[in-house]
């Protein structure tokens, strides 16, 4: 496949498209992004990398880290792990406090913000030094050590986490937390704030679309199983309400952040990262959307 070719041709379609909507302002330094960036970067399973755009520039990840919190959790606890989260898509905003209420604080998947602070109060509860690990977990996905927290970012969304704070307490009064809850929400924002670029990001997935190589990252190992299962979680619920709509335009397992990117996976043949910060009102970038939706139409590779 001549992904050189299919990523310029995507590059000149997506034109069209720039200016649509508007950056994530619920936390302060992303409504500061330059919203007109754009960048997508295709690794293949053969380690070669195609790319257009800005995608050596870094931007913050959000909740695309959630699948490593879930990879890490699932190597910690097994099927134990849904105990304490379902795996079930929600159909609600990522944010929505309304379906936890009504389900006694077990989230429906890892990939809400209600499921993925319960992650991070399992990884709280599981490891020593768990930001050193989860860095370094993430670190040797893509096998670079200059990846990190933007702890400027971090902090800037606790100052208005209003929402995620009021999340935390209903999970805790549900007894579905055990650490103190100002703890859960520090961790979980310095995660949110990890910043990669989109061949970094594309790099880090290639392990979730790798079926038959060995899952092994610092110390946290999937079966071939699970990453098929990780793989499942993210087509069905990796794009806030809008999964389905994701899947039959694009047809891929990924995982959208309010940062603007999305990363997604061939399984078998490639990973895909695309940065651009304007998102539709579910939260998922248009461009990003509308550039993987060509790529999969332009090169008949998808799991459809
Ligand atoms: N840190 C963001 C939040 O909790 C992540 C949201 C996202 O990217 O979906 O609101």
Redesign the pocket.
């Known amino acids: 496949m001549d992904y050189r070719t299919v990523l310029d041709k995507i590059y000149k379609a997506v034109q069209p498209y720039a200016g649509l909507g508007k950056n994530a302002d619920?936390?302060p330094s992303l409504a500061n992004v330059n919203p007109d960036k754009f960048g997508i970067c295709i690794v293949t399973d053969k380690n070669q990398s195609f790319e257009v755009g800005d995608a050596e520039e870094r931007f913050s990840l959000?909740?695309?880290t959630k699948v490593f919190a879930l990879a890490m959790c699932l190597s910690l606890k097994g099927e134990e792990l849904w105990k304490r989260v379902g795996k079930e898509p929600s159909g609600t905003a990522?944010?929505s406090l309304v379906q936890l209420e009504v389900e006694h604080g077990l989230p429906r998947n890892p990939f809400i913000?209600a499921g993925a602070l319960v992650l991070t109060d399992i990884m709280l509860t599981s490891l020593d030094n768990p930001e050193e690990k989860f860095i370094g977990f993430v670190r040797e996905l893509c096998g670079d050590d200059t990846i990190c927290y933007n702890t400027d970012v971090a902090r800037s969304?606790r100052e208005t986490?209003y929402?995620?704070a009021a999340i935390v307490n209903l999970l805790k009064y549900h007894r579905n937390i055990e650490c103190d809850v100002e703890r859960v929400l520090e961790f979980?924002?310095k995660m949110?704030s990890v910043e990669m670029n989109c061949r970094e990001l594309a790099t880090a997935f290639l392990a979730f679309a790798n079926r038959n190589k060995e899952f092994s990252y610092a110390g946290f190992s999937l079966t071939s199983s699970q990453v098929k299962r990780m793989n499942a979680i993210m087509q069905t619920c990796g794009f806030?309400d809008e999964a389905g709509e994701f899947s039959y335009l694009v047809g891929l397992p990924g995982k959208?952040?309010?940062?603007g990117g999305i990363a997604a996976i061939y399984p078998g043949r490639y990973s895909v990262a695309v940065w651009s910060p304007r998102l539709n009102s579910k939260?998922n970038s248009i461009m990003g959307m509308k550039a993987l939706e060509l790529l999969t139409t332009e090169t008949m590779e998808s799991i459809f």
Request: with cysteine.
């Open positions: 619920y936390i959000q909740s695309i990522f944010n913000n969304e986490a929402l995620n979980y924002f949110c806030y959208s952040g309010v940062g939260g």
